[in-house]
């Protein structure tokens, strides 16, 4: 059986076989998948559901989807594009300019008012 998969035949060629297979325990199984599926059906429902309700007529509309877009946006990139399983530097490298980027947005939305902050 280890022969099946390089990964595996690497591992006992050079003897970590119990590191071969700890690396693969790491990464989601059929049930995290699914249930990541199921958080994102939830999470688009609810973003059809404000776009149908009196909300969208008010400023919170257009921020309240960008968060919601961006918990999706978050969780299929960590789950179905296993960012949450590589190396910390390719973590930092994708969330480094994620990060000016969502700040970019947010300022945009500042400056062209539909995102306000009242001062009192």
């Known amino acids: 059986?280890?022969?099946?998969?390089?990964?595996?035949?690497h591992a006992v060629a050079?003897?970590?076989a119990a590191h071969?297979?700890?690396h693969h325990e790491e990464h989601p199984t059929?049930?995290?998948y699914w249930k990541v599926a199921l958080v994102l059906t939830i999470i688009t429902a609810l973003e059809v559901w404000i776009y149908y309700t009196p909300l969208k007529e008010t400023r919170v509309f257009g921020p309240l989807l960008i968060l919601l877009s961006a918990m999706k946006f978050t969780i299929v990139v960590m789950?179905?594009?296993?960012?949450?399983?590589?190396?910390k530097l390719f973590r930092a490298v994708f969330?480094?300019?994620?990060?000016i980027a969502i700040i970019v947005v947010f300022s945009?939305?500042?400056l062209f008012g539909q995102l306000v902050i009242h001062v009192r």
Do not use: C, I, R
């Open 30 to 32: 059929w049930h995290t």
């Open 14 to 16: 050079d003897g970590s």
């Open 95 to 99: 969330v480094g300019p994620l990060s």
């Open 1 to 9: 059986m280890a022969a099946d998969h390089p990964q595996h035949a």
């Open 20 to 22: 071969a297979v700890e």
């Open 108 to 110: 945009l939305l500042f």
């Open 79 to 87: 789950f179905y594009m296993h960012l949450k399983y590589d190396a």
